[in-house]
């Protein structure tokens, strides 16, 4: 019964392309008639969460993940079909022409950050790399190397592999960060000893967006001869990367951030001078016993296909991105007071815009903005509601770390949306602030820092 | 007029197809980011003169819109039920 549901479905898109009528809506109500067997409802609600949604919100969470961007699904599909061999079967065309993609894949990474193709591992994305880069490094050097420098702004798996580390006896300098969001050169400078084995440093913060200056740390890392990590999974295609430039010995990069399939990534290790890690998963040898396991064609192709259109297209989405940035920016600026935005300006990428809303709750406003698909920040950690530790780490006030919203613009999102966020936004804001008394005592100029509030 | 071995009516053709096929995904963003680049991909190579960079264009032209003629299928198979709220925005009267 399905396979002929799905023929009809196939038929009528068919159809559509070779008529090319007004066809966007006509193959939905027909593909849409044609699954109503086994659905419920298919014309205008579905119940999520105990939440009616009507429409499928916009999307502004390019930092969560991004769509995969049609190219590279193109360039998927083969390997998911016909072309499904095992990439180290040595002994069938299925294992040589998969062998191949991979390859072909390799060098499309390599291509995007200057490397070799010769120093990319293919891994299962930035978490896993970052792992093998923290850990592995510094299990490998364990004789002489007992400390890691890293940041207290760093992602998560970063600095759950610095504590583990920690409670293996190795010691952890978690390095302040200014109030702008970026590392103080000097601090680092200082927490660097003798027996330091690992700097790392993330490039772009995942949820404040800043650029960490990367060619400055990579030069003091190069002065005291230590090796230098980066995850650069919020970097990779949106700024210009050059693994020699930055000096880096490992640098992690992930698929699902630039428009790929989620579930792979890879680690760039430098072979001159060569830096070695402990393989932290143990198995068939492949990627040079560096991450054993089967290399999953079709993703790893995606990847590769992501990273050559990213290269492609750098330059006409980053222009498009600041433009939009700054649209949306100046579009809730010039309606609502009491805005911050979390970082620095001018050193961050502008696809990531970080706005503290004074006198606002946080959860009630993400809860209002149903039809904007945002977050408050990382969404490891967007089921707490914890204010985020990268903002306190910023010095950012209780109250204000409370009410951010990361806006995450990509490639994909149009002016429209940025319209229609900026009249959501505002909106929402208004309304709680209409019900807030903070804001209401703001307004008769009484400074809120300023008030006692009585114990109960 | 001939230029590098592809004529002006086949590059006008090429960029009638591919706003055609741009149309019809059903993901309101991809539909929106294909028409527009394949807009400002045009206007970006208005100027070209040299008959081998012409040529170079058209086939990645064509080679674009060999991916957008079949991802138009694929996207339609798996069309989602319910529509962007950008795409109920053109049904409600403007305020």
Known sequence: MSYAMASKLVAS??????????????????STSAMAAETETYDDAVTMKGVKIAARPLYLDMQATSPVDPRVLDAMLPYYLA????????????????????ETAREQVADLIGASPKEIVFTSGATESNNISVKGVMKFYKEKKRHVITTQTEHKCVLDSCRHLQQEGFEVTYLPVESDG??????????IRPDTGLVSVMAVNNEIGVIQPMEEIGRICKEFNVPFHTDAAQALGKI????????VSLMSLSGHKIYGPKGVGALYMR????????????????????????????????????????KNEMEYDDKRIKALQERLLNGIRAKLDGIVVNG??????????????????????????????????????????????????????????????????GRFTTEAEIDRAIELTVMQVEKLREMSPLYEMVKEGIDIKQIQWSQH | MVSGGVSRAQILGLYRSLLRTARQFTDYNIREYTKRRAADGFRENRDLTDPSSISAAYSDGIAQLQVAKRQTVVYSLYASKIKSVMEMEMKMPPN
């Open chain 1, 344 to 409: 620095s300006v001018e050193k961050r990428y502008a696809g990531n815009l970080n706005i503290s809303f004074a006198y606002v709750e946080g959860e009630s406003l993400l809860m209002g903005l149903k039809e904007v698909a945002v977050s408050s920040g990382s969404a490891c950690t967007s089921a707490s509601l914890e204010p985020s530790y990268v903002l306190r780490a910023l010095g950012v006030d209780e109250d204000m770390a409370h009410t951010s919203i990361r806006f995450g613009i």
């Open chain 1, 83 to 102: 072309r499904f061999g095992n990439p180290h079967s040595r002994t069938h065309l299925f294992g040589w022409e998969s062998e191949q993609a991979v």
């Open chain 1, 182 to 191: 970026i590392i103080d050169l000097e601090k680092l400078r200082s927490a």
């Open chain 1, 13 to 30: 898109a068919l159809r559509r392309t070779l008529t090319r009528t007004n066809a966007t809506y006509g193959v939905r109500r027909l």
């Open chain 1, 240 to 247: 210009p990367i050059s693994v020699d430039k930055w000096n």
């Open chain 1, 271 to 310: 072979r001159r001078p060569r830096i070695r890690v402990e393989p932290q998963m143990n198995g068939g040898g492949q990627e040079r016993g560096i991450r054993s396991g089967t290399v999953p064609t079709p993703l790893v192709v995606g990847f590769g296909a992501a990273c050559q259109v990213a």
